[in-house]
């Protein structure tokens, strides 16, 4: 039974924020190096193909100057493929990219993107850079990652997070069905999107995922509490949740 449940902290908000004035502050690199101290395993964050957050100067600054694994979020386009290889990051994870979307809407359709996936995934994984896919929990769309040989998935949690009631149970259902599917079909096993020291703790009770990709609800936290605290007081709800859960399924 797996223990651990690693934490990637999404730092394209504090982006938006710098954005927001064209200038330099706050700055995403500095928040990604409090998010390490503040005991993040890895740093996430998305270069969109219209640039609204993270910059290519950004990307170059995290790779240089963090040492934990970062994961790219990326488009499947041709101008994102460069980038990533040009940086070879630990992790590159594909996403559908809309111009019009406020945020990533949905996952990855990767049954119908097949084709065009294909040799993304070949030219990231054969430049060292582990291929997730961002997929709705849906088996159809898992087995068609582990054809397309991708390694990891990354489950959409964005539909369990908005709804309630017996819709946010069936949500939940679905995410724990897709994360067993996962561990038997080979594939690691990683969620995000929208998640909330609330909407976590079902997340984080299930055992076959390994890694949880947060950002908005972390860095929205901070304008209260400051970035440390949020993150340090996501970190021991993950941690606690899965050492509970672990606990009791052993025998
Ligand atoms: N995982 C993926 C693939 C995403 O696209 C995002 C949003 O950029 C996240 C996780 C983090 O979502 P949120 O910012 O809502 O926590």
Redo the contacts with the bound molecule.
Sequence with gaps: MKRTLRLGV?I?HVATIRNARDGRHPDPVRAAKLAVGAGADGI?A?LREDRRHISDHDITRLSEEIDVPLNL?MAATQEMLDIALRHRPHAA?I?PEKRQER??EGGLDVVAGRAHLAPFVDALSAAGIRVSF?VEPDLVQLDAAVELGAPVV?LHTGAYCEADGGARERELARIVEAAAHAETVGLECHA????SYESVVPIAAIPTIVEL?????LIGEAIFGGLESSIKRMRALMDRTRAEAVGAHSP
């Design positions: 999404n394209d996430t998305h979020e994870c996403v945020t990533t961002f990354e995000g999107h929208g998640l990709n947060i950002g908005h609800f």
